[in-house]
């Protein structure tokens, strides 16, 4: 075998080598799918926990919308329940505390920004509670309202009773005033035999009846009362005296005054006779009227009243005297 330094034209036989390239780009592909769909499924998870966050907001905020106008619903309720019945805010005042209680809970668990699903169930369950606390005070304003339109329909009856009744009353009053004014009138006394005696006083006490005026020093009236209903008891008979000059005698130092009548008004009267009159019997009354001044000739006027009324009258004429008069 020769030695030399040029190589030999056929090199010894070697293995191939083998070529990982592929498999790496291809592992590397893989990789990078891998990433992409780990990428592509985490974000389309987040959009759904996102999707689902944004579904849940939104189911509180409605329910939180619902139980915000169930709760305004409620108070207004019990705004009309309580403001148009008087009677109830009074019988309230014992509930008024536990109700104010229950709106202040619910009114705070609403107001929250992020109230969670409990407060909210909880807010709900009070707002219950108080709908079922004004659906008993409802009916309470049915039954009292029920009890005040019967009270004010016997209210009315009794005021037709009351108004019935003063009607009756005022008749009987009317008819009781008219009979008391009949029997008024007809208790008056009646004068009879009326007689006017001119009387001349002598001395010793002697009385001789003469005409002469100027020989009279009193006037005698006497006459008989009498009546078949008045009551027994004392009465006054009013005696009025008219002068020949057509003047009342009156003389108040000798007890005349003035009176009142049924039909003349004001009158003046020259004496007052007190009678005591004993009922369904006669009585005779008698009573001398001497002025302080000479009777004048003429006619004397003798008028009689009892009870406001004239009961009777004479007339007594006094002469002038003769010469041996």
């Not at 959009?47 to 108070?75: C, P």
């Not at 039909?263 to 009678?275: N, Q, R």
């Amino acid at each position: 075998m020769s030695n030399t330094n040029y190589p030999s034209a056929t090199p010894p036989s070697q293995s191939p080598k083998k070529d990982y390239r592929g498999l790496i780009i291809g592992l590397l592909a893989l990789g990078l799918i891998g990433t992409w769909g780990y990428l592509l499924w985490n974000n389309n998870k987040n959009e759904q926990v996102h999707t689902a966050d944004q579904a849940t907001i939104t189911k509180v905020t409605d329910e939180k919308s619902d139980l915000q106008r169930n709760f305004d619903a409620s108070l207004a309720r019990l705004d009309s329940v309580t403001g148009s019945n008087n009677q109830l805010q009074g019988q309230l005042s014992s509930a008024n505390t536990e109700i104010s209680k229950m709106k202040g809970e619910i009114r705070s668990i609403l107001n929250k920004k992020n109230a969670t699903a409990a407060e909210l169930n909880r807010a709900k369950s009070l707002i219950n509670d108080l709908n079922g606390k004004i659906d008993n005070l409802e009916q309470e304003v049915a039954r009292l309202t029920q009890e005040n339109k019967q009270l004010g329909t016997d209210l009315n009856t009794e005021k037709e009773k009351t108004t019935k009744l003063t009607t009756d009353l005022a008749s009987t009053n009317a008819a009781k005033e008219d009979l008391a004014k009949k029997v008024d009138v007809a208790s008056t006394l009646n004068a009879t035999n009326i007689t006017i005696t001119p009387i001349n006083e002598k001395n010793g006490g002697k009385e001789k009846v003469t005409t002469t005026a100027k020989r009279v020093d009193k006037l005698v009236i006497a006459f008989d009362v009498d009546n078949r209903i008045a009551q027994s008891g004392n009465t006054d008979i009013y005696v009025s005296i008219t002068g020949p000059d057509g003047k009342p005698v009156s003389v108040e130092a000798l007890g005349s005054g003035t009176f009142d009548t049924r039909d003349e008004g004001s009158k003046p009267y020259t004496a007052k006779v007190p009678v005591e009159y004993e009922a369904g019997k006669k009585k005779n009354v008698q009573f001398a009227w001497k002025q302080n001044s000479d009777f004048q000739r003429g006619d004397y006027k003798i008028e009689i009243y009892n009870n406001g009324f004239k009961i009777g009258e004479g007339v007594r004429t006094l002469k002038k005297g003769g010469l041996f008069s």
